[in-house]
């Protein structure tokens, strides 16, 4: 079984500040994938960054990193140079690679608010 | 890029009416497709998962008779709510997965909320 946990259920940021949105997962699988997605009050789920679980470094897609600690279970992500339109609900997602089901699990997800 | 095109975006129904949710894949195949459900302020929650060609896989709680799912070609599945009522109003949402390379991402539709009057 998977199982992702936020324990952030709002953040607060001060525009142009860096954030840091926290989840951390629980996996019998060998081989996964960690996902962020962003999900603005129109409803749609846009991705943001992936991790493998055998990456050697950090993903990073423009002003989204994610610190990944394997040995901690972490998967944050991490904003730099907040916008307003950053303001949204974060959700963190895993799924297997080596398993028939490739369903993305999701956390409970993190309200952000950001503030000029 | 992967484009998933979700319809309709919002409906109202009667209770007691059938709603049918179309899932589409504009410029890749897409091999499998998962419906999830999402209540208000709420995480998103699996539903079933839908294979081209076979019967979907449904996630335990969910009854197959009243959330029925077809995937009839690669681009298409499609989602029929049957017997509406108030309780099933909720956001749901169709997300795509195409094969081969390019295969960990999952793309997702907008989403189509249903309201149950």
């Known amino acids: 079984a998977q199982k992702i946990t936020q324990t952030q259920p709002g953040m607060f940021v001060q525009e142009k500040e860096a954030v840091t949105l926290d989840c951390t997962y629980d996996?019998?699988?060998?081989?996964?994938?960690l996902f962020w997605y962003k999900q603005p009050s129109s409803g749609e789920m846009i991705f943001l960054i992936y991790?493998?679980?055998?990456?050697?470094q950090n993903a990073t897609e423009g002003r989204y990193s994610l610190n990944f600690q394997k040995a901690r279970k972490s998967a944050n992500l991490v904003i730099s140079a907040s916008q307003l339109g950053d303001s949204a609900m974060y959700f963190c997602?895993?799924?297997?690679?080596?398993?028939?089901?490739?369903?993305?699990?999701f956390g409970s997800g993190t309200r952000l608010q950001v503030q000029p | 890029g992967a484009v998933v095109s979700q319809h309709p975006s919002r409906v109202i129904c009667k209770s007691g009416t059938s709603v049918k949710i179309e899932c589409r894949s504009l410029?890749?195949?897409?091999?499998?497709m998962f419906w999830y459900r999402q209540f208000p302020k709420k995480s998103l929650m699996l539903m079933a998962t839908?294979?081209?060609?076979?019967?979907?896989?449904?996630e335990q709680g969910v009854e197959k008779d009243k959330f029925l799912i077809n995937h009839a070609s690669l681009t298409l599945s499609t989602l029929t709510v049957t017997s509406a009522h108030p309780e099933d109003s909720s956001f749901y949402i169709c997300?795509?997965?195409?094969?081969?390379?390019?295969?960990?991402?999952?793309?997702f539709g907008a989403g189509s909320r249903l309201t149950v009057l």
């Open positions: 839908s294979n081209e060609g076979s019967k979907a896989t449904y």
């Open positions: 991790q493998g679980s055998y990456d050697q």
């Open positions: 997300s795509a997965q195409r094969g081969g390379a390019g295969a960990n991402v999952l793309t």
């Open positions: 997602a895993m799924r297997g690679r080596d398993t028939g089901r490739r369903a993305l699990t």
């Open positions: 996996t019998s699988d060998p081989s996964y994938g």
């Open positions: 410029d890749f195949q897409a091999t499998t």
